[in-house]
């Protein structure tokens, strides 16, 4: 049986819809990470516009549905593709909390995104800087444009880090086979 997961100190954000900018959806995506740490998943949100409209909002839901591919990215691209009737999502812009890991960037890169923003570089398991950049493979027939970091960056890892310390100290137990991972590089 699952845990309960320690209370979510954060409170969401209140952008105003007046100024649709990298900000104004970030705030989006931080707001759905506040979702999935209330519901006991990794904090992750992101959030995939098209000409200034929401498309797709999505959170980590990997433990509650015991599925692995289960994170934020990869549900937004499912509800955009539902949305835009077609898998290529051309015009499209992510807004990640995170940096993706190598599923979710291998899919931005298929669907055809244009655009990725993410709040936070992840230099253990980010692939599209991080660690490695599948963005500049070579013989790619898409390149994303990426915008990283510097959006609301701080608000972003002080969730994670919060997080993973608190998934830590109620565990009690910090050993390697404890349920709580540690905390990732960022």
């Known amino acids: 049986m699952a845990a309960t ?3 979510c100190p954060f409170p969401k954000l209140h952008p105003s819809q007046l100024v649709r900018d990298d900000g104004f959806f970030m705030s989006l995506a ?3 990470a506040v979702d999935a740490w209330r519901a006991g998943e990794v904090p992750i949100g992101a959030i995939i516009a098209v000409d200034g409209e929401v498309i ?3 959170h980590n839901t990997v433990e509650g549905n015991r599925d692995p591919t289960a994170h934020a990215e990869m549900l937004a691209l499912t509800q ?3 949305v835009r009737g077609d898998w290529r999502l051309d015009r499209a812009t992510v807004f990640v909390t995170k940096e993706p890991c190598p599923m979710c960037s291998g899919a931005l890169l298929m669907s055809r995104v244009q655009r990725v923003c993410y709040a936070v570089p992840d230099p253990k398991m980010g692939c ?3 660690a490695t950049d599948l963005n500049q493979l070579p013989r790619m027939n898409h390149r994303l444009e990426l915008t990283v970091g510097g959006v609301l960056e701080a608000e972003c890892r002080t969730l994670l880090q919060a997080f ?3 998934r830590r100290e109620g565990a009690g ?3 390697e086979g404890s349920p709580c991972p540690p905390e990732p590089g960022y």
């Open 164 to 166: 993973f310390r608190s």
């Open 5 to 7: 997961p320690p209370p």
């Open 80 to 82: 955009a593709a539902a």
């Open 173 to 175: 137990d910090e050993t």
């Open 128 to 130: 599209l800087g991080g």
């Open 56 to 58: 797709a909002a999505a």
């Open 30 to 32: 931080y707001n759905q």
